[in-house]
C-alpha cells in the first residue's frame, strides 16, 4: 500500500488502518481507509467529507490521532 509522503494522522484496529496524509507539496490533504481483511481493493484515497461518511457508513468506532 502507498499513501502519500507524509502521514499526520492515523488510528487502527484488527479490521481497519485509518490516516490522514499530506501530499508531496503540502497543498492537498487526503484520507484512508484501509481494510486490512480484504486482499483486492482494501484501501480508499479520499477528500475529508468523503472519509468521515464512509467512517459512519461503514461503522468504524475509530478517531484520527496525531502522529507522534
Known amino acids: ?3 502519500e509522503p507524509e ?3 492515523y488510528n487502527y484496529k484488527e ?5 490522514k496524509s499530506r501530499t508531496i507539496f503540502g497543498d492537498t490533504l ?4 484501509i481494510d486490512k481483511t480484504l486482499e483486492n481493493e482494501k484501501y480508499i484515497s479520499m477528500d475529508s467529507i468523503e472519509f ?3 467512517i459512519e ?3 468504524i468506532d475509530l478517531k484520527l ?3 507522534k
Open 65 to 67: 490521532k496525531k502522529r
Open 1 to 3: 500500500i502507498v499513501t
Open 15 to 19: 479490521k481497519f488502518i485509518i490516516a
Open 30 to 33: 487526503k484520507f484512508w481507509i
Open 52 to 54: 468521515y461518511k464512509e
Open 7 to 9: 502521514i499526520l494522522e
Open 57 to 59: 457508513k461503514l461503522k
